[in-house]
């Protein structure tokens, strides 16, 4: 029985050593970056919360974007470089390798405004009316006020219509993207109830992350 209660004991003490192992500036950043990777749902709902919050796209727009997210999640990798601790303060230098969505939208841009015809709705352009049947008794300043605003109406009707296009050539470009752009990220760290925790990292960071951020 003795020696059953030393074992146990040794177990116990084992196990406790390496949960505390585990607890480690580098292993918490390891564990942040999983979660992108296993696509947790916490970072899915970040994701869904933005895309939502976009104003520019249609309902399919942001199915096929949201694809194209989860696609970068999947296929990161990591490379820890450096480990430095300083008391309850840390921080952990990490190379990260990820699909280059930031190149891939910067020549969309480029080809937009290289082809501005190609984006062009001629459909939605206004048309003028050429029927001589005038009704000479209407008020001519309320007739022109509502040509005025059938010609605005068109015009930001061609302008939704461009822009749409454009963001629809865009992700079709981002669908075939196959290089890979390597990014540095340092990640500060606090220890709290001797447990290291991962600070808030930046927008910029944020979007190495997502592969988006332009050097």
């Known amino acids: ?11 116990l003490l084992l196990f406790a050593g390496c949960t505390n192992s585990l607890n480690t500036p580098t292993e918490r950043v390891e564990e942040f970056l999983g979660k992108y990777q296993s696509m947790d749902s916490e970072v899915l709902a970040q994701l869904d919360s933005v895309i939502a919050s976009d104003d520019t796209m249609s ?3 942001k199915k096929d ?4 997210m989860e696609k970068q999640y999947q296929n990161l990798s990591y490379k820890i470089k450096n480990e430095t601790i300083d008391g309850d303060n840390a921080i952990v230098d990490v190379e990260i ?9 910067a020549k969309s841009k480029d080809y937009y405004n290289e082809h501005p015809e190609e984006f ?10 050429t029927d001589d049947d005038v009704d000479d008794t209407k008020d001519s300043t309320t007739e022109d006020s509502s040509e005025e605003d059938k010609d605005d109406n068109s015009k930001k009707d061609s302008a939704e219509s461009k822009d749409s296009k454009y963001i629809d050539y865009k992700i ?4 075939n ?3 890979k752009v390597k990014y540095e990220i340092t990640f500060n760290l606090i220890k709290e109830n001797n447990t290291w925790k991962v600070q ?4 910029m960071d944020r979007q190495k992350i997502h592969g988006l951020f332009e050097q």
């Open 1 to 11: 029985m003795k020696k059953l209660i030393l074992s146990l004991s040794f177990l």
């Open 59 to 61: 309902d399919e727009q």
């Open 65 to 68: 974007y949201r694809a194209l």
């Open 97 to 105: 390798e990820v699909y280059d969505y930031a190149s891939s939208i």
């Open 120 to 129: 062009d709705d001629s459909s939605a352009k206004a048309t003028i009316d």
């Open 172 to 175: 079709k470009q981002l669908k």
């Open 177 to 179: 993207v196959t290089d």
């Open 200 to 203: 808030d990292i930046s927008d």
